[in-house]
């Protein structure tokens, strides 16, 4: 374990699409904000005129309520994650958000049958991808120690 | 026992991809993998992506993908049964006939294996499109945010916050009770052993006629 000692810290923590971030103080209001000038870097998020971008995929804002995500140069990812669906757990002692996958997202990628890639490290450290494996039929088993 | 199944299928192609689900790390892994000399790829999943990706609730639990990527079987206990439930505590020993049906069970999803790996889409385990759509779970909103909680708790865990990590992982645990991984993983960083300690069996026992293993369904 690494030593971060003081909990609750004065900048939130924020797990989003892979990332963690320590949030800068300041939000315009309660929930998960970030910089919209830091969103990409913090959250992997994009604000483009088409809407909030997460790479290739953008999701428009509602119209009318652009208030509720945008706000002086502020961007409410927990407004985001709301409007997707998206499980947002808080731990307020702690001061850390995590934003996970919604349901729905989940549930569709596996109907479509096709097998979500992914990439790790083996036990000597090299990175495989699923997708190497195209064109072998893959056991893939979990296990653990415990 | 999987680099028996994978030498022994080195003509077909065939692969065996293990993944361990381990928060601590490569270091609690390794004394498993070392014995066993793999050729196969074992993957160390420190924040368990892929029982994320996979809907996968204990271990071993198993998917079969075909070679165009596709599954072929949705996630299932890779051949193991509820046997364990039958063990005399004190002696360590189950009973013949509890042994013999572990035994023909897992001798069975091997052999469904095999079958697979040498004859593909021919075999009749490898299921329908309609098949794995029958057979998949669907992700629930609690089993989502579970998630989001089992995650915080990791990364609180892994930053020197154990309290709040328990506190995630319980959250974690309350919304989605079917899944051991999240129950076993949090005993396990709470302290090595306890996982598989009186804990894990009260737990089993709670569980009355509900599986531990759901069985595999084979081809009739």
Request: proline share 7%.
């Amino acid at each position: 374990m690494t030593g971060l000692s003081a909990y609750p810290s004065s900048m939130p923590t924020l797990l989003i699409n892979g990332l963690t971030s320590d949030l800068p103080a300041g939000a315009p209001a309660e929930g998960p904000w970030a910089p919209v000038a830091q969103l990409a870097r913090l959250t992997g998020w994009e604000l483009k005129p088409e809407g909030a971008c997460l790479g290739e995929v953008c999701v428009p804002l509602p119209r009318g309520r652009e208030s509720e995500f945008v706000r002086d140069g502020w961007f409410s990812v927990g407004a985001l994650a709301a409007h997707l669906s998206q499980p947002v757990a808080f731990d307020a002692e702690a001061n850390a958000w995590a934003v996970g996958e919604a349901a729905q997202d989940r549930t569709a990628a596996l109907e479509s049958l096709e097998a979500p890639n992914f990439t790790l490290p083996d036990h000597l450290g090299m990175e495989h991808q699923l997708q190497d494996y195209r064109g072998k039929k893959v056991f893939l088993v979990s296990w653990a120690s415990w | 026992m999987w680099q028996a199944l994978q030498a022994e299928l080195a003509d077909t192609n065939f692969q065996v991809i293990t993944v361990a689900l381990e928060s601590r790390g490569v270091a609690a892994a390794l004394p498993y993998i070392e014995p066993a000399k793999p050729t196969y790829p074992c993957l160390i999943d420190r924040e368990h992506v892929v029982a994320r990706l996979y809907g996968m609730i204990n271990v071993p639990n198993a998917i079969w993908i075909n070679e165009e990527g596709r599954i072929v079987r949705p996630n299932e206990a890779a051949g193991s049964t509820d046997g364990f439930r039958s063990m005399d505590l004190a002696t360590r020993k189950m009973p013949d006939d509890v042994m013999k049906h572990q035994r023909d069970t897992r001798a069975a999803y091997l052999d469904g294996l095999r079958d697979w790996a040498r004859r593909g889409e021919q075999s009749p385990w490898a299921l329908s499109s309609d098949q794995v759509r029958e057979r998949l779970k669907g992700t629930t909103p609690d089993q989502a945010l579970a998630r989001a909680h089992f995650q915080l708790g990791e990364y609180l865990w892994e930053h020197g916050n154990p309290i709040r990590a328990r506190a995630n992982f319980d959250q974690a645990i309350r919304l989605h009770p079917q899944s051991w991984e999240y129950k076993r993983q949090a005993w396990d960083l709470e302290e090595q052993g306890k996982s598989m300690g009186p804990e894990f069996w009260k737990a089993v026992q709670q569980l009355g006629e509900e599986k531990y293993y759901p069985e595999v369904q084979f081809p009739s």
